[in-house]
């Protein structure tokens, strides 16, 4: 095999860096020799109006799964993210918000502004009814009112459950429902790519399935007319003016979820993961400022949206708990050109910048000129989440964007795990195009076999990513479910928490995700089950029977690729495969439209009825050569006829 070639930070970056090789070194030693010394030096960094007395009280074991952090310690997250900063850096911007048109004005939010303004919607909050530990759904674009709204239920203890705006009315009406949500915070339209969103009536369309005691609390955001639904909807910005600008906030205790935030598994509904405050905030603090660098002063841009986790840790979260002046950005990276992500470096002079290999893929194919035109002398260290990143996109991302200058943080992690777990650390790793190399500080990962589930504990190793021991930022359950929750996550390996990432561990000990190993795909960055798209399929009268998979996509990383068998009696066309394809987006929503629909006449399964997706696996990968083990199917010449008619022949 030839050797990769590793990339080292510079030994300037070095000189400057929170954290070198050597300290790297003796850090995650101390971080797994002796956690609760670690974590109670680290824990520090958080303002607690309690002290905590117990580190670390976990257990991995089947099935009393428990996992608790810093428990007796009581603190207010909003008060980390905002009050505390008022003294030292009051008038420093906490936000920059970076409009869809770039000719409309950029805000620059500052603390003190922020603090008025969560106080302001904590406030409106609390005159809807809203208390501790109440569910609030948020169903925003990327306007500041999103944090604001976020950081509001952290000052009063509700707990909120953003939904990403790219989904449907049903999507919606199901968090509502599953969450129990007192209140759902839209805003009128929303402009992305100079397209507008209807959020209201997607959410006026949703609340027609949930009680009628759920409050509709609106931004006027663009000032769209809408609906308006007299003795429901709340004008947030009118009442905002309306209530007090000061708003006491309420002390919680370290293991008090902050939020839920629901993500897709490989079976069923999407389940609510939910997170702690103190544990969940040390860990979003502590990670943005080592993994990205932070220094007091620096400019940092995280392109996510905050309906994903990692808007929420590193957008948010993780940026305000540590002072730092966070980038919002409302638009795409494509609108009005291909350069707008560069414009808006060059413009903000952002520091520290964080996308997904999605958006790189997608630029890269645009031409360099996009980029070369940008003064990106600012940037520091380059950042990739959500899917592994090819070595090209790598590549592109050093040479044209960082030319050659930062470090780049391929960072692994989920959902589940809060913030990241495995990274590089820009001043102390060498990196390695593709790889997210080693452990943060207290992450102990290791490879299973997934026959035997044992530790495979030389390299080069490659199994099941599993986590051997709890770090502050776990998860703590699934919303409603907890035996849902040790049963995803801590039963297939006993002892263990399970990825669901497939990985390999090289000669030097780095880690390579290799993909999900179970029915989850990674579509655009996005996390989706195949299981969602092909319920949402079989609701559609014309279908009796469909199989979901994913297949390698240039740009998207995966594709989604469907079998459909229809119904007696329908015939396949174009118009019913445009048909269902609209049908799937309205169910679930854009991100979730199939881009092949393969017309199935009937799906390979086993004696037992079971369908074989290994085999649709291979056959949408256009592999058909090396198809396995067919001898338990029931009927072999089903696979004939997928392989005849199969669509993606490239
Ligand atoms: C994948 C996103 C390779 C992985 C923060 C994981 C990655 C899933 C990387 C979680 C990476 C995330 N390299 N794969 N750097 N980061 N993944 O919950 O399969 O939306 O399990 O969290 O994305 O997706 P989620």
Redesign the pocket.
Known sequence: MTKTKTYAPSEDFVAKAHIDAAKYEEMYAASVENPEAFWTEHAKRIDWIEPFKTVKNVSFAHPDVSIKWFEEGQLNVSVNCIDRHLETRGDQTAIIWEPDNPDDEALHITYRELHEKVCRMANVLLSQGIMRGDRVVIYLPMIPEAAYAMLACARIGAIHSIVFAGFSPDALANRINDSGAKAVITADTAPRGGKRTALKSNTDAALLHCSDKVRCLVVKHTGDQTTWIDDRDVDVKAMMQQVGPDCPPRPMGAEDPLFVLY?SGSTGKPKGVVHSSGGYLVWAAMTHEYVFDYHEGDIYWCAADVG???GHSYIVYGPLANGATTLMFEGVPTYPDASRFWQTIEKHKVNQFYTAPTALRALMGQGNDFVTKSDLSSLKVLG??????NPEAWNWYNDIVGKGNCPIV????????GGHL??PLPGAIATKPGS?TLPFFGVQPVILDPQTGEEITTNPAEGVLCMKDSWPGQMRTVYGDHERFVKTYFSDYKGYYF???GCRRDEDGYYW?T??VDD?I?VS???MGTAEVESALVAHAKVSEAAVVGYPHEVKGQGIYCYVTLMNGQEPSEDLRKELRDWVRKEIGPIASPDLIQWAPGLPKTRSGKIMRRILRKIAENDYGALGDTSTLAEPAVVDDLIENRMNRS
């Open positions: 993500t994903w986790v990692t990739t989440v959500g899917e592994p990143i391929d960072t692994w992690w989920q959902t589940e795990t495995l990274t997210a990825s669901g990432d995700i993909g999900r989850v990674n960055g996005h996390r």
